[in-house]
């Protein structure tokens, strides 16, 4: 299974200054000498880690893939058509939440997230649309044109019984099939850490896990080749 680390919190922690440490890019050159199948960066439109700068500097520094997460907001696409990352990943956002809550509304919102694929497509970006795992919404993803997904597993990390934990599980699991049923490629993220990952990392059908908050709070401890390198142990 291959690994996406999201180093969006370096970023956090360097904004927490308003200085230049820590550099987002010398954390792409330790995950990927640690691990990493593909460095995650999310441009939020209200620039509160990551920004314009990072992602062309990370476009020129990344190896492996650069998978860029973003809003369909019409300036996220222009910046998104000039740095053409290897992947754009398409979340919904919200200027208030902490963190991307729930997945994009595809069924609702199908004419909108079409065109944005298309036009990143036609950049040459491969799209990925990150999505509740719903029979609907999978299918309203394959209208779109994308030719990967990523399932949000938030439900699952969240889930506070051993009961809701298998039932998120089975969710999942019954959406990947679905999706790989639909000739998707399927990543999974969101809410992913040391204790709870490896149940997600078994699912067949499932290509890459993306993580980061945990990896970044855990490199604090350990060193972040460390906290990458455990993390890769996990998944296999
Ligand atoms: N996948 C997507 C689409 C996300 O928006 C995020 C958060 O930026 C992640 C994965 C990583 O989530 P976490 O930081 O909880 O590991």
Redesign the pocket.
Known sequence: MRLGV?I??IATIREARGGLEPEPAFAVLLAESSGADAI?A?LREDRRHINDEDIFILKGVVRTRFNL?MSIAPEIISIACKVKPDQA?L?PEKRQEL??EGGLDIVANLDKIRKSVKKLSACGIEVSL?IDPVKAQITAAKKTGARMI?L?T?SY?NAGTKSEVTKRLNELKSAVNFAKSCRLEVFA?????YNNVTKISTIKGITEL??????ISRSVFVGLGKAIKEMRDLIG
């Open positions: 999201n969006d919190h995650v999310h997460e990943t979340v963190t991307t990150f990523e949000h938030g990390a993220g969101h809410g992913l850490n993306n993580i980061g908050h945990a990896i």
